[in-house]
């Protein structure tokens, strides 16, 4: 885990390069960044939970990543081909939401994960088969999930389509992921209001409203996300922050109806 203060990255427009992160982090040899959290104070009222490849969970105190180090330090220990996917600072009182690249899911409370140091490696949250978790989710509000596949595809489904079980069982099905489909490449909590960032691995880039996809059950195939063109695929989706900006000119809309 590497600190840096939001400040020395530098400004740019979407279209720039950017800056390589090996110029702004001391980053071993092959070591890249899974996940980027915005931290304001690092209290003993929150955590850090973590989620690996291979479906093993970790929940670290926040207050144990307070110190920075030149080098950075050990979030996580890994095992041999595992890596880590997911990261979400917590307050120990939600659901946690597991999601595979075989369209499998399981949802289970994040109290039956305890809180553990630095260097432990963690508690397995979802058994799997030739298969790897590609998406965390904190279910912080009853809005539905949005499951987007490799080849364009996805669909909203109600929260409580996915029933609460015990952590480390081998979950349910969230999307059939079928030669239409393909494999999961994520899954975000979305509301009506929400907005979406749709990702190839060709650079294309799709913003969509979330409202505009369809809700339905999960034993399903869903519905077209993107237009994904001949040796394309998606590879990520995410939820646009809404910014403060956006937030201001909501207030006044409102003010002035």
Known sequence: MHWLKVYELPMASRTARGKPIINLLPLEKEEVINAILPVSEFNDEQFVFMVTSSGTCKKTSLTNFARPRKGGIIAIELRDGDKLVGVEITSGEHDIMLFSANGKSIRFKESDVRAVGRTAIGVRGIKLTDDEVVSLIVAEQDSPILTATEKGY?????????????????????????????????????????????????????????????????????????????????VSVAKIAETEEEDAEGEEQASEE
Do not use: C, F, P
């Not at 079928?178 to 650079?203: C, F, H, P, Y």
């Not at 077209?224 to 998606?234: M, Y």
């Open 154 to 234: 996805g669909k909203r489904t109600a929260l409580d389509e996915y029933r609460s079980q015990a952590r480390g069982g081998s979950g349910v099905i969230s999307i059939k992921t079928s030669d239409r489909n393909g494999k999961v490449v994520g899954a975000i909590q979305v509301t009506d209001e929400d907005e979406m960032m749709l990702i190839s691995n060709k650079g294309t880039l799709v913003r969509a409203r979330a409202v505009d996809v369809s809700i339905i059950g999960r034993n399903t195939q869903g519905v077209t996300l993107i237009n994904i063109a001949k040796g394309e695929k998606l």
